[in-house]
């Protein structure tokens, strides 16, 4: 069984160089560790299930960047694909072949998009599909629910998931409080709350955006009749409904989290949000939708959204590369790996007596250590994150990587084969020692 020590000397050493240049050290807040201490790992190279640091020390990767490595690191015919076009050139500035078959693959994957704009973050994203729905409706009230994570898009930080909830901001500084001001934040799988919002300020609603299948405060999938209760209301309202996919678009199935649960009786989101997977590692994402909305944005209409790097050649062919490669053989692997993962996950903690539940969207799961089904941001605060904190360090020492926040979806790929899968089962045991310690000893 792998012991990896504690410390990580190069990997501390690289992060003594990057904290005097990089606030935190890092590009990304949740990468610094700070949620559960110790030197964040400095990776050098990953090659199918496995991360290589720069100890030297190899892991089983859970992470998979935050989810786009779903066919693993370095996939041959991705290499390829990048190989191939990055000899031609790296950026043109003009439309290049590989966006139109990203987007016609896209649009091909999920029925109700009929139109997407490429950009190059799921923040950018969710930005530009915020004011493409302003400017349809003419109008500015925008609703989000409590721990869900759409990237830093100012009016979308209010009690966000992900580094905020890792970190437990009440919301960002830097955000005015007029564009605070234009946020409703409102509890996921809350029908009644949401139906008393519209009562209220229906008519000056501009959207409503949700996560498909939240995984930005662990994971907690909409309720049986949510989606479709704002699918409803929103309509009723003449607002429009974004269904964020950046997580789990091309993940949960080939098209997304709308494949498991739509169609729904009461018609489709307006307009969805990608990115992750869609760019197979390199930075590409995509908002789209309804073609009567899609055509207010420039050059047709009104709506002002572009990007020097959008469209990047390099970026669509790995993305469409990736795509390609994700076969139903994929999806049928990625659930079975989830399958043994979290049956694993949940005997283990069972036996050990540590208190928690595990839940799960498509092949996403997350492991909440406290009792009963999580299906809010509250419920999702009420675990005792020095557990998973114990849990994490276990299993990074036995060369497992998770997320190192007890917020976040864990995330595996179509190669974590067989061998992979048993390195993660075998190092359980002694997480879930760690996890019942922590327990024992720490009040949450
Ligand atoms: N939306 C969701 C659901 C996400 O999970 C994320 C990132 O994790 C984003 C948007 C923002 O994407 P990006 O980090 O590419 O800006």
Known sequence: MT?????APVSQALLDRATSVTPGGVNSPVRAFRAVGGTPRFMESGSGPYLCDVDGREYVDLVCSWGPMILGHAHPAVLDAVRGTIEKGFSFGTPSENEVALAEEIVRRVEPVEQVRLVSSGTEATMSAIRLARGYTGRSLVVKFAGCYHGHVDSLLAQAGSGVATFALPDSAGVPKEMAAETIVLPYNDLAAFEEAFAERG????????EASPGNMGVVPPAPGFTEGLRRVTAQHGALLISDEVMTGFRCSASGWYGLE?????????LFTF???????FPAAAFGGRADVMALLAPLGPVYQAGTLSGNPVATAAGLATLQQCTPDVYDRLSAVADTLTAAVGEELSKAGVPHVVQRAGSMF?????????TD???ARAQHVPAFAAFFHSMLSQGVYLPPSAFESWFVSASHDDAAVERVVAALPAAASAAAEAFATIES
């Open 262 to 270: 739509g169609p729904y009786a009461a018609g489709a989101p307006d």
């Open 3 to 7: 012991a990896y020590p504690l410390d």
């Open 377 to 379: 941001y509250d419920e």
């Open 366 to 374: 997350s492991v909440f250590f406290r009792n009963g089904a999580v």
């Open 203 to 210: 008519a000056d609603i501009a959207a409503v955006i949700t």
């Open 275 to 281: 990115g992750k997977v869609m760019g197979g590692g």
